[in-house]
């Protein structure tokens, strides 16, 4: 018993944590860079291959079906492979998806890429929450997900305005030839740096369970990616079947995985209290940035009427500040806890949702940059602790099933909210529209504008029921 356990000392003594958290923690960068920037080129595709919005958007909905269906299938994954064998795979996947997407000849082509760079990206955030739980012990692991944090948040806040320049000097290709080097270096590095650090036990494939899976998660983000493009689109079948069949698939998946000895995703990790809270406010968190993501370069675009790479400097500030806000949160929390974080954080998002819910087409940029940057100051108070607080509580072999469960259910939220929020929005554009005079050229500025109103005070709600989940959070205090 003694030999072992000294054995395990000095396998964990040999393990070199920094190199392995920069190696996985740069690829994920890379991964989130490419998803956030094609998203300021998609107008740009559409002129080259003659093709309608409702077509372009399956570049992002495509990207996040993937999600949806392979990251639950991570824990099983991450039980059957080696760190080495899963990381050197999410990079293969994401470096042949970029030269694909790079070489496109037709729109077919480029949405078959971004499902083989979702392959990449699906494997890589898992992995990444995983082997950061395993090599960092619980008293700095505030303190590195804080950095993980700066990864995540920066990537998308930079991506737009990068992106922008580049379309504007070059061409839509130029993002994905920018991001091809930077991951071929990460890949050449994490072969020399990247260890074997999770425990391989090679559990039982349930067939039926991966498919009971894909079609529940898969269902859902599909059904809430189409309910997305408009106010009207919440009855049609192609999001009404997909949601039926999605909810139907979930709940049999889960009777299913309570039932097994060895359950391919282990849902008993909802047993622990803090995991359960931080992961509703982590949830609630998602639905309030992806909101504000998609509302805000609408508003700046189509009611203050500036261009794409403008749009996108305005709202770089808060992304940067969220980004380096990030490590600080993280390192506090190591220090005081969750709770003197995660609630004045909750009371900035939800102050700052309710004043965007007031701008108007006469709002000053200065005054959206200072608000945009004030809400992801409090974002950065939200996300990195309560996700750390909550993975936190669980037994080591629970890891890999806390980190598939929080990065499936943040892809969800994802949905959820993008679909509400454009539904909102589009239904407060239609009423003001019925009643306003056609013949004013301000009328559909104004028109957006009241849909913006409308769907931040969604927004403002989903941010108040998060506050109030806040206070039931404890320091989970590791022995």
């Known amino acids: 018993m003694e030999t072992n356990r000294q054995t395990q000392q000095t396998k964990q003594q040999q393990i070199k944590p920094i190199p392995i958290a920069i190696a996985i923690m740069i690829g994920s960068f890379i991964g989130l860079f490419s998803e956030t920037a094609l998203n300021m080129a998609f107008t740009n595709i559409m002129e080259d291959f003659h093709i309608d919005a409702s077509a372009v958007q399956w570049l992002t909905t495509g990207y996040l079906l993937v999600l949806g269906i392979l990251v639950p299938i991570s824990a099983l994954l991450l039980q059957w492979f080696s760190t080495r064998q899963l990381f050197s795979a999410s990079l293969i996947f994401s470096i042949a998806g970029t030269v694909v997407a790079a070489l496109s000849p037709n729109f077919e082509i480029i949405l078959i890429a971004r499902v083989i760079q979702a392959i990449g990206t699906g494997l890589l955030l898992p992995l990444m929450t995983n082997v950061i739980l395993i090599v960092f012990p619980p008293e700095k692991r505030g303190t590195i997900m804080g950095m993980m944090g700066l990864v995540i948040m920066c990537a998308p806040a930079i991506g737009p305005t990068l992106s922008g320049l580049i379309v504007d000097s070059f061409s839509w290709n130029a993002i994905f030839w920018v991001c091809l080097p930077l991951l071929i270096f990460t890949f050449c590095f994490g072969l020399v740096y990247m260890q074997n650090v999770s425990t391989i036990t090679k559990p ?276």
Not at 246 to 273: A, D, H, T, Y
Not at 277 to 293: A, R, T
Not at 431 to 455: C, H
């Open 204 to 479: 039982g494939i349930d067939i039926l369970s991966i498919i009971l899976s894909s079609i529940g998660f898969g269902g859902i983000v599909f059904g809430f990616s189409n309910a997305g493009e408009g106010a009207g689109a919440w009855g049609e079948p192609g999001v009404l079947v997909p949601l039926i069949a999605g909810v139907i698939g979930l709940v049999l998946f889960s009777i299913r995985q309570f039932k097994m000895e060895q359950p391919m995703l282990n849902l008993r990790v909802f047993k622990f209290s803090m995991f359960t809270i931080g992961l509703l406010m982590v949830f609630l968190c998602m639905m309030l940035i992806l909101s504000v993501s998609i509302l805000l370069p609408m508003y700046l675009k189509g009611s203050l009427l500036i261009t794409a790479f403008a749009a996108g400097l305005v709202l770089l500030p808060g992304g940067i500040v969220n980004g380096i806000m990030s490590p600080i949160t993280g390192r506090l929390f190591d220090k005081y806890g969750p709770k003197y974080l995660v609630i004045p954080g909750f009371v900035i998002t939800t102050l700052l949702a309710y004043l965007f819910s007031n701008v108007s087409t006469e709002t000053s940029q200065l005054t959206i940059i200072i608000m945009h940057t004030c809400l992801f100051i409090g974002v950065a108070m939200i996300m990195m602790p309560a996700q750390t607080n909550g993975l936190n509580q669980l037994p080591r072999h629970f890891y890999p099933d806390g980190a598939a469960v929080m990065n499936t259910l943040q892809q969800i939220a994802g949905a959820i909210g993008t679909a509400v929020t454009v539904s909102i929005m589009a239904s407060g554009q239609e009423r003001y529209m019925a009643t306003a005079d056609a013949t004013n050229p301000q009328v559909l500025s104004e028109a957006l504008t009241i849909g913006v109103q409308n769907a931040f005070l969604f927004a403002c709600i989903a941010s108040a029921i998060g506050l109030v989940v806040a206070f039931f959070i404890k320091r989970v205090e590791i022995k």
